[in-house]
């Protein structure tokens, strides 16, 4: 059984950096194909892809906040940690992690870049 | 980037009866090599995280009603639901993923009881 679950402050002061730590259980982070992402949801909107890391370590952001993100895994701790710099009040949203599943062949691995399961998100608050 | 646009933005359906959704993408999100689009569809209810119910298209989520279905290629995309039931009810989001590079969400569609 695949679970997620976020964790980080819920109120972040505009310019602060905001981290966030994905805790997960029920599947590896080295396993061939599987990733994790940050996808964020401001109060009534739509949903917004931010970040991935697969099992190689190969990390993907969102091109237009790509220079404030950084990700990265923890595969000792079943964590994965998010970081985003100069947050602003247009931050404030629900951040949610999720598992991006995928598959290997004899030859290669493959990951499939949606979402199969969700944490139930927190809220973050940009606000001085 | 590859931009994908969802119709309506909401919807109000009678009880049994078909929703339509649809979601195009700014550019072809279609494999030639393996035949496969990189699209996927959720759902999400009020105060829930989003739910995959379908990707590659068409291909549905185990325990996902058979009401729910997925059709399109290229960058023309349908999900259906063929008989509404009240827990469906939400916000349905299609999400291309094509690239990896920059994954995109539609800007979602809500339904509701009409």
């Known amino acids: 059984q695949i679970t997620l679950k976020e964790s980080g402050p819920t109120l972040v002061k505009p310019t602060q950096t905001l981290t966030l730590t994905c805790t997960f259980s029920?599947?590896?982070?080295?396993?061939?194909?599987?990733?994790v992402g940050w996808i964020r949801q401001p109060p009534g909107k739509a949903l917004e892809w931010l970040a991935l890391?697969?099992?190689?370590?190969?990390?993907r952001y969102s091109p237009s906040l790509k220079s404030r993100l950084t990700i990265r895994k923890d595969t000792s701790k079943n964590q994965v940690v998010f970081t985003m710099t100069n947050v602003d009040p247009v931050d404030t949203a629900t951040y949610y992690c999720a598992h991006s599943p995928g598959y290997c062949t004899s030859d290669n691995c493959y990951a499939d870049a949606h979402f199969d399961y969700w944490g139930q998100g927190t809220l973050v608050t940009v606000s001085s | 980037d590859i931009v994908m646009t969802q119709s309506p933005d909401s919807l109000a359906v009678s009880l049994g009866e078909r929703a339509t959704i649809n979601c195009r993408s700014s550019?072809?999100?279609?494999?030639?090599?393996?035949?496969?689009?990189?699209l996927a569809w959720y759902q999400q209810k009020p105060g829930q995280p989003p739910k995959l119910l379908i990707s590659w298209a068409s291909t549905r989520e185990s325990g996902v009603p058979e009401r729910f279905s997925g059709s399109g290629s290229g960058t023309d995309f349908t999900l259906t639901i063929s008989s509404l039931q009240p827990e469906d009810v939400a916000v349905y989001y299609c999400?291309?993923?094509?690239?990896?590079?920059?994954?995109?969400f539609g800007g979602g569609t809500k339904v509701e009881i009409k």
């Open positions: 999400q291309e993923y094509y690239t990896s590079l920059a994954l995109t």
């Open positions: 029920g599947f590896s982070l080295n396993t061939g194909g599987v990733g």
């Open positions: 550019q072809s999100i279609l494999y030639t090599s393996n035949n496969k689009n990189y």
């Open positions: 890391i697969y099992w190689d370590d190969d990390k």
